[in-house]
């Protein structure tokens, strides 16, 4: 966007009186008076104290203020924030704070020490372009940038003068929001400076299923922050209850604070974003275990993050992954037993859908179906056992912290009523959620072994098929030879026979072929009736 002559000569001529104005000629300020609140009060009384020592703060004919913050003490006394600007333009280092007793009184004053030589300074007028084009060479990193150019009155560094200010916005190499803010000359184009526009954050949550917990979010130029991910990329959004088959990856409303704290920690919390600090942690975490453990950036390996959805629905008791829109749906659970559906393990679970679907695309019908469910619970659990969390910790039980005491289990699936310990002929018939639990219990074997075993306080007594002991190698060792086995060898019509193969193939690769890991593969799978 370059502006127009007209419209730079109106700025010029606003701007051109720059070094009087701030030589501290006295204006008019709102009076104060009694106002409804303490608040209200403080800022009066903070407008009135400027104007009456405009010589103290360099406020002068042309000037206005704007209200940034209030800070009030216990004592009574205040704080009161300001930026200036100056015939419409914003000053930039013009940002003043009045110090004021409980009586109004002014009792200090902070400024920008560019001021002083401010004053005795002259504005030129503008001749240079935008800056639009500099400002876009000045940030390559930045892709799909658009650029907005700003006129400022530039005083931060002790000469006021007329500035180009342009805020180039795209993505970046993770697709996640990225920009830079250029500064240059309005008179020779020069640049003066130029900063990242995105600022990474560290929040404090409180989450709904893991405590406390810092949460990475993005500071906004403008003050508050969005529960947007600048390091691996992902947004979490309210979806305001519009149901999963409408969401698209623009809908829905982002996650904002002025204070960088989120959340209340209660479940079937009326606080909106409890349930986003869930599930932005989750997706995190989630992001993190494949990238630190198996060399995975983000679901599609693009580096890519994904829009995360809470608030799917009415009462709906479930959360999905979605290629079409690359997006993960939570829904509020059922209103009255289950909350929402945003615990770590479920999270993990739902992701690991996309993880399979730009790997082995592994049918969701007959035994390739229940192969697909049992990744996604394999790799949801190792999310959990990956994110060490003391509220939360891991365990061989799926969705037990939104489903009590638990959905599905791995040492006996069989526990639920519904899936299947052993490999039949009549796996493949069953739900996937079901025949998932042959893949389920084969982890289990291959991870902890068979017999009566407490982890972490859960006692668990995984029985074998073939009435054979098998011993454990542990599960983060047969996660990276599930993993292996998914990207590398297996295909959309995998079977458990076919999954045998796959997972001996990569135990082959990354122990030997003959190794004790090898041979825990094949024992496990020997354990479930598939052979």
């Known amino acids: 966007m370059t502006p127009t002559p007209s419209f730079r000569r109106a700025r010029v001529a606003a701007a051109v009186a720059v070094v009087a104005a701030l030589a501290g000629a006295t204006v008019p300020a709102a009076a104060a008076s009694a106002a409804p609140g303490m608040r209200e009060a403080a800022i009066s009384q903070a407008r009135a104290n400027v104007a009456r020592n405009a010589g103290v703060f360099g406020f002068g004919t042309g000037q206005d203020l704007v209200l940034k913050d209030v800070v009030l003490d216990a004592d009574g006394a205040s704080h009161v924030r300001f930026d200036r600007t100056f015939q419409g333009l914003p000053v930039v280092g013009g940002d003043l704070v009045v110090h004021q007793d ?120 403008g003050g508050g922050y969005t529960l947007t991910d600048p390091v691996r990329g992902h947004v979490t959004k309210d979806a305001n209850n519009l ?66 959805f809470v608030h799917v629905g009415t009462n709906w008791d479930n959360a999905q992954w979605s290629d079409a829109c690359f997006c993960m749906m939570t829904g509020d659970g059922d209103g009255t037993t289950d909350p929402e559906q945003v615990d770590l393990d479920t999270m993990g679970h739902e992701m690991t859908h996309g993880v399979t679907s730009a790997t082995a695309n592994l049918r969701y019908s007959g035994e390739s179906g229940g192969l697909n469910e049992a990744t996604s619970d394999i790799f949801g659990t190792m999310v959990e056992w990956y994110a060490n969390n003391s509220v939360d910790t891991g365990d061989y039980l799926f969705s037990d912290q939104s489903t009590p005491p638990w959905l599905r289990r791995f040492d006996k699936p069989s526990l639920d009523g519904r899936s299947a310990d052993c490999w039949s002929s009549s796996v493949g018939k069953l739900d996937v959620h079901n025949s998932s639990g042959v893949g389920n219990h084969w982890f289990y ?50 079977t458990y026979k076919g999954a045998r193969t796959a997972s001996l193939n990569a135990a082959r690769d990354l122990y030997g072929a003959g190794s004790t890991e090898y041979n825990a593969v094949a024992a496990a799978w020997s354990g479930v009736n598939v052979s």
């Not at 970046?172 to 990474?200: C, F, N, R, W």
């Not at 349930?275 to 693009?302: C, E, L, M, P």
């Not at 007594?461 to 292996?484: E, H, L």
Request: hydrophobic share 35%; proline share 3%; aromatic share 6%.
């Open 243 to 308: 149901s999963a088959s409408s969401l698209k990856a623009a809908s829905g409303t982002t996650f904002n604070s002025t204070t960088n704290v989120w959340g209340d920690g209660k479940k079937f919390s009326s606080d909106r974003a409890t349930a986003a600090v869930d599930a932005h942690a989750n997706t995190a975490w989630t992001y993190d275990y494949y990238k630190n453990v198996h060399g995975r950036s983000g679901i599609k390996n693009d580096g890519k993050g994904a829009t995360v």
């Open 102 to 221: 409980a009586k109004g009184k002014l009792k200090d004053s902070s400024r920008a020490a560019a001021h002083d030589a401010a004053v005795k300074s002259t504005v030129p007028k503008v001749t240079a372009q935008s800056g639009a084009a500099g400002a876009l060479a000045a940030a390559p990193g930045v892709k799909e940038a658009v650029s907005t150019p700003e006129l400022v009155v530039w005083a931060a560094d002790g000469t006021p003068r007329l500035a180009w200010r342009t805020t180039v916005e795209g993505t970046g190499d993770h697709g996640q929001p990225a920009g830079k803010v250029v500064v240059t000359d309005a008179t020779t184009g020069e640049q003066i400076e130029s900063y990242d526009a995105e600022h990474q954050a560290v929040g404090t949550g409180n989450s709904e299923y893991t405590g406390t917990i810092g949460i990475d979010t993005t500071a906004k130029s």
């Open 445 to 494: 074997l291959a991870s902890e072994g068979s017999g009566s075993k407490t982890i972490n306080g859960v006692t668990y007594n995984s029985p074998t098929c073939n009435g054979s002991t098998v011993t454990g190698i542990g599960n983060q060792k047969v996660a990276k030879i599930w993993y292996r086995a998914l990207t590398v060898y297996m295909t959309s019509t995998t």
